[in-house]
């Protein structure tokens, strides 16, 4: 009887998955993951325990797939360690709390470098470290060495500090609608790198690593907020999850929003002219920035960092362009839909 030939080949360098073993590269990783300033037992047992000092704990995963949601010929393992963080600390920042801790879930092929995993950790402890928080846990497998690359499932656990979580739900008719971050960079610098560019660094910097402005989200719940959200998938997009949610019409004061994010010229004006587009498009429905989006109460006194971009009105739910409807105004503008959907 003649032996099965190996499903894959075993000729990996030195420093791979395979040769090194799992808890080799635990081991490796978890030198880079730093400390959460809430763990009583960090990673190493079976399980992390936490403190959580406000008795709740806000909960979020988001999953980054190779070749879909990064490229390693586009970017650092450190810049997808922090744009996987980012992701997940914005989303906390936007339920008005701060992130404590993160587990990571890792399906990578086994010819995958030791040395790649190890910048990823070092980028996620990086982002999350001005927070205090840290990597306390998590699991690695094999994935197939035909199954596309690495899966990266990272949740994140935050605390509301004693605040009540700031919903999507919550907009009313008369409410201010404010922003606070920058939106459009990460859909800039995504149009420069499929071209094969990589300038301007701003916009591919941008790209490579959002910077969410996470102190906005805790600010604005200080400051009554009703409704909130990341912009992760567009500005038209989760406006529109805001005003279904809340049972409201959403309507962006153009001018007021232009003012907000392109009123000094910089990277977008300069690609969109290079393109032949309008930079526009990527405001309104460019995503993975993470800019905070919110409402605040007619009057109330916007936080440091919030401007204006709108209004809460009532109608039939939905998003509008000074009075017109988000869809017409992003295909005015050259944009395909208005943001980023999943499964298209």
């Excluded at 498009?281 to 993470?290: N, Q």
Aim: net charge negative.
């Amino acid at each position: 009887m003649t032996r099965p030939r190996p499903l894959v080949p075993r000729d990996d360098p030195a420093d791979s998955v395979r040769v090194v073993g799992e808890f080799g590269v635990i081991a490796r990783v978890l030198a880079r993951s730093g400390v959460a300033r809430v763990a009583e037992v960090g990673p190493g047992d079976d399980a992390a325990v936490l403190r959580a000092p406000d008795g709740r704990v806000v909960a979020t995963t988001d999953v980054l797939v190779e070749g879909r949601h990064f490229r390693r010929d586009w970017s650092s393992a450190e810049d997808v360690g922090h744009k996987a963080a980012a992701a997940n600390l914005a989303d906390v920042a936007a339920m008005g709390g701060v992130t404590t801790a993160l587990l990571v879930g890792l399906a990578c092929p086994p010819d995958t470098p030791t040395t790649w995993l190890e910048g990823v950790a070092a980028g996620l402890a990086a982002e999350c470290a001005p927070l205090g928080a840290a990597v306390v846990g998590g699991d690695t497998v094999s994935a197939a060495p035909d199954s596309g690359g690495v899966v990266l499932s990272v949740t994140a656990l935050g605390d509301l500090g004693g605040r009540a979580p700031v919903l999507r739900s919550g907009a009313r008719p008369g409410d201010v609608l404010a922003l606070a971050g920058r939106l459009g960079w990460s859909a800039c610098g995504l149009a420069v790198l499929r071209r094969g560019f990589t300038s301007p660094a701003a916009a591919v910097a941008a790209h490579r690593r959002p910077a969410p402005p996470y102190a906005a989200g805790p600010a604005a719940a200080e400051a009554g907020a009703t409704a909130m959200c990341d912009v992760s998938d567009g500005l038209l997009a989760d406006a529109g999850h805001v005003a279904e949610e809340s049972g409201v019409l959403v309507d962006v004061d153009r001018a007021a929003l232009v003012r907000a994010t392109l009123e000094l010229p910089g990277p977008l004006q300069q690609v969109a002219a290079a393109l032949g587009g309008d930079p526009m498009a990527w405001v309104l429905t460019g995503g993975e920035d993470h800019a905070m989006l919110a409402t605040f109460p007619p009057g109330a006194d916007l936080p440091d960092g919030w401007a204006r971009i709108g209004t809460v009105r009532e109608g039939e739910p939905g998003v509008r362009v000074d009075g017109e409807p988000a869809e017409a105004v992003a295909a005015a503008v050259g944009a395909e839909g208005t943001g980023h959907a999943h499964f298209r």
